[in-house]
């Protein structure tokens, strides 16, 4: 079956330096993954989805990789600052392709 | 982005009661919407997947007759939580998307405790 990693539990970072979050999958070949941020007692909301012909998708200071001989994605904050802290989750689609399946996410602390 | 409503935010009831949570999509009809559930520090579950007119369908392990969903319109679905016990206490989740879209849109989410 599909499996989700993201590489840690808890990123803590300096204000203006870049975060780095790891997702890899396996036993499975995504159409397109997604990145979501939840803060704490709220849903998710959309970042940013990049498709599998795609290595590089930017949204302002957000930036994702993906790379699908490794399996893996990279999320990046540049210039990260402490209204940045919160859970990130990566997304893919299921087999099916009729719903998303989460990663446990990665919580980002941002401290100034 | 598209706007999913979900209600109430926080509900607190006794065991063997029933609760039920709404998901309505506020600005576009969803003939599909995702119920989800997290305990804390872990990944979102998939719980089941709403289809308007038709039976949802249910993620396995996931028990359809406790777990009630109902999606009567295009804009709403239900879930209701039928004889709550404690280990029942999570917080749900539905989501949605706009036809045409591959993100989704999330609803504010439910936390539940049953006492």
């Known amino acids: 079956s599909q499996k989700i990693e993201q590489n840690s539990e808890a990123l803590n970072i300096q204000e203006g330096k870049t975060a780095t979050l790891t997702c890899n999958y396996t036993?499975?070949?995504?159409?397109?993954l997604q990145w979501y941020r939840q803060d704490p007692g709220r849903g998710p909301v959309f970042l940013l989805l990049?498709?599998?012909?795609?290595k590089e998708k930017r949204k302002e200071r957000l930036k994702v990789t993906f790379d699908t001989t490794l399996k893996q994605s990279l999320f990046h904050i540049t210039a990260s600052q402490p209204a940045d802290s919160a859970t990130y989750l990566c997304?893919?689609?299921?087999?099916?392709?009729?719903?998303?399946?989460f990663g446990k996410g990665t919580t980002l602390s941002v401290s100034s | 982005g598209a706007v999913v409503s979900q209600h109430p935010s926080r509900v607190i009831c006794k065991s063997g009661t029933s609760v039920k949570i709404e998901c309505r999509s506020l600005?576009?009809?969803?003939?599909?919407m995702f119920w989800y559930r997290q305990f804390p520090k872990q990944s979102l579950m998939l719980m089941a997947t709403?289809?308007?007119?038709?039976?949802?369908?249910?993620e396995q392990g996931v028990e359809k007759d406790k777990f009630l969903i109902n999606h009567a319109s295009l804009t709403l679905s239900t879930l209701t939580v039928t004889s709550a016990h404690p280990e029942d206490s999570s917080f749900y989740i539905c989501?949605?998307?706009?036809?045409?879209?591959?993100?989704?849109?999330f609803g504010q989410g439910t936390r539940l405790t049953v006492v």
């Open positions: 600005d576009f009809q969803a003939t599909t």
């Open positions: 989501s949605a998307s706009d036809p045409g879209d591959t993100e989704a849109f």
């Open positions: 990049i498709r599998e012909n795609e």
């Open positions: 997304a893919l689609d299921n087999q099916a392709g009729t719903a998303l399946i």
């Open positions: 036993n499975y070949s995504p159409a397109y």
């Open positions: 709403s289809n308007e007119g038709s039976k949802a369908t249910y």
